[in-house]
């Protein structure tokens, strides 16, 4: 059964508007989240992080929102730009385990 | 400062072959994690270390595949016999205790087994 659940394998934006991409969870333990961008034969990298206890976080063009009650956070990426194609993984972590536990990713592809 | 390492890069096996993938993390980290991505089921935590010492293994899927760490600075993960649906991407990845909310990662070992 899968603990983070990304819904969307793929999701398509046109260059300068927003790119939202949604993830659900289903275990309360979760103390934080991320989201971690893969390119093509290259690892996944850190992007964004947020706690557990607060419901936004932002960083530049990137902006996560937590809803606890709906076990919900999504990734806004305001204004989406050509470099922003990739996989987006997003990851929940802490409630006494190690490690992240990962969804299976939303292909983020940014058109021209 | 160096990254995660990780070799080869790529691998194409027959099957019942034996594969080792090899791990170097980052100077200092204290964890180590073996992860597999797939497109059926995204990135599976297989195995991670604290201080070289195994402590979770519940996602290595079955007896054929093991990992080692024997010291700080290395670590393997073998599969032995190998079989076609083990091809997948395995990525090695390290942190800090203080910061294990935030992994880094390898660039990956793109295996194939034919």
């Known amino acids: 059964d899968q603990q983070v659940k990304q819904n969307s394998p793929s999701l398509s934006v046109q260059e300068g508007r927003i790119s939202i991409l949604n993830c659900d969870y289903t275990n309360s333990m979760f103390d934080y989240f991320l989201w971690y961008k893969k390119y093509p034969a290259e690892g996944p990298t850190f992007l964004i992080s947020?706690?557990?206890?607060?419901d936004k976080n932002e960083d530049g063009r990137f902006t996560v929102f937590l809803n606890k009650s709906a076990k919900h956070l999504s990734l806004h990426i305001v204004p989406s730009q050509p470099g922003d194609s990739a996989v987006y993984f997003c990851?929940?972590?802490?409630?006494?385990?190690?490690?992240?536990?990962f969804g299976k990713g939303t292909h983020l592809i940014i058109q021209p | 400062d160096a990254g995660v390492i990780q070799s080869p890069r790529h691998e194409v096996t027959e099957m019942g072959q034996e594969v080792t993938l090899r791990c170097k993390p980052i100077s200092g980290h204290d964890y180590l994690f073996w992860y597999r991505q797939t497109m059926m089921r995204g990135l599976e935590l297989l195995i991670y270390?604290?201080?070289?010492?195994?402590?979770?293994d519940s996602g290595m899927p079955e007896d054929r595949f093991s990992a080692k760490m024997p010291n700080a600075s290395f670590s393997t993960l073998k599969i032995q016999p190998s079989e076609p649906r083990d091809s997948a991407v395995y990525f090695c990845?390290?942190?800090?205790?203080?910061?294990?909310?935030?992994?880094?990662f390898g660039e990956g070992s793109w295996l194939t087994v034919v």
């Open positions: 947020i706690s557990s206890i607060k």
């Open positions: 990845a390290s942190s800090l205790v203080r910061t294990r909310n935030t992994i880094y």
């Open positions: 270390f604290n201080n070289n010492v195994p402590i979770d």
């Open positions: 990851a929940g972590g802490g409630g006494g385990a190690d490690g992240l536990t």
